[in-house]
């Protein structure tokens, strides 16, 4: 074998080293970018959260005060009714804050499993379906819980908040997953 064909299969052994490393650098990048803009968006969705908060606060104090000037009777089973249509308004307002972040959650593990491409395995794009899914309903059934006036309010909230959590769990875990598969 030539020095020049020595030096040819070298270099481009080395060239091949050096465009597979370029080629995960730009993985990680875009991988890394999908957080940061996941971060962002939580800290929008916490920030919503909060606004929502000061307003239902603002919008039942204001109403309380209202009520208790008039001092009519029957103003004190008013004012129970306003608090819990209150401690309501605020359950349904902290549900849709952790359905949001794991909606933000959810579609960061969807753009990661873009970027890894074929070597995400086949499990990890079914599990990102299931989840899709799974904050589909969720988000329906927190829409039905706003307009229910049922006495199972309570336990259908603990259903709904328990349902959450599993949701949480689940993605969390996916977010485990595509972490190992990156590797």
Known sequence: MSKTHSILIVSALLGGACAGSHGED?????????????QAQEESVEEAASQRADSIDERYS????????????????????????????EDQ???????????????????????????????????????????QTLRQELAI??????VTWESDKERLDERITQLEDRVNRLSDEIESAKG
Do not use: Y
């Open 26 to 38: 730009v993985r990680d990048a875009r991988v890394a970018r999908a957080e940061d803009q996941a």
């Open 62 to 89: 204001a109403t309380k005060e209202g009520v208790e000037s008039r001092d009519a009777p029957g103003s004190g089973e008013t004012a129970e009714l306003l608090d819990k249509s209150q401690e309501r308004a």
């Open 145 to 150: 819980l706003r307009t229910e006036r049922s």
């Open 93 to 135: 307002s902290e549900a849709q804050e952790r359905l949001e972040k794991v909606g933000v959650q959810i579609q960061a593990a969807q753009q990661k499993i873009s970027v890894l491409a074929e070597q995400a395995p086949t499990q990890l794009k079914t599990e990102l379906q299931t989840a899709k899914l799974q904050h």
